[in-house]
């Protein structure tokens, strides 16, 4: 089945520590993108990706890093800078890029607790 | 960043019930809003993507309209049923700006 998949579904981390999470999808999209749940708050873009090996900052970068080595991939690093890392993470793809995304194919979220 | 609002924040609604929500955005220089439905446990998926003034769209007992010059968009449920409880959440960009989402309408169905 074509999807996104994101891992793991549940994370704790000891504060100090970073932590990577995973997104891989097979619908052979261009661009990836990293969001952010707090309750009681819409989805805040973090990072998002519209080609291989190119990434930008979204509304709240400060404290997380990306990559995109493969078109499939777009792994999140949580680091140790990053204040108030507890939430819902949540990543998704697009087929286009740009103002004219289409819609969204998102993954079931990863929530990270920090300790 | 866009300033996306979603009202009310949650819906208690009975069976058999139709409801209605709305999304608010900056009509300035509008490219896109879209609903999603994300029910608890799931992914949130698309329901509509709309760009012009004036659009319409219909999935089964769902609607919505988009008003780009005022700068809303309603979501209509006909005829609510246990599994349209979810949270829907709006999402909408212009020139210059990724898609931003509103805070989302918890909608619960009771039987």
């Known amino acids: 089945d074509g999807g996104i998949t994101q891992s793991p579904k549940y994370l704790f981390r000891k504060e100090g520590q970073n932590v990577t999470l995973s997104c891989e999808q097979n619908l052979n999209h261009d661009a990836m993108y990293w969001y952010r749940q707090d309750p009681g708050q819409g989805l805040r873009l973090i990072y998002y990706s519209q080609i291989v090996n190119d990434f930008q900052k979204g509304d709240i970068a400060e404290g997380y890093s990306v990559s995109r080595e ?3 991939s777009f792994p999140l690093t949580v680091t140790s800078a990053q204040k108030n890392p507890t939430a819902f993470y949540l990543c998704a793809s697009s087929a286009r890029t740009g103002l004219n995304t289409g819609e969204l194919f998102f993954g079931e979220g990863s929530r990270l607790t920090v300790l | 960043i866009l300033n996306v609002e979603q009202s009310p924040q949650s819906l208690h609604v009975q ?11 900056p009509s300035s220089n509008f490219y896109a809003l879209h609903w999603y439905r994300w029910e608890t446990a799931k992914s949130p998926e698309a ?3 709309m760009t012009l003034n004036g659009d319409e769209k219909k999935k089964g007992r769902i609607s919505a309209t ?3 010059k005022e700068g809303y968009s309603y979501l209509y449920i006909k005829g609510s049923q246990p599994e349209d409880s979810a949270t829907y959440l709006c999402a909408g960009n212009n020139a210059g700006n990724m898609l931003t989402f509103g805070g989302g309408t918890r909608l619960m169905v009771k039987p």
């Open chain 2, 47 to 49: 329901l509509f993507v």
């Open chain 1, 70 to 72: 493969k078109k499939e």
């Open chain 2, 15 to 25: 069976e058999g019930d139709s409801t209605n929500f709305t999304c608010s955005f």
């Open chain 2, 66 to 68: 988009l008003n780009t």
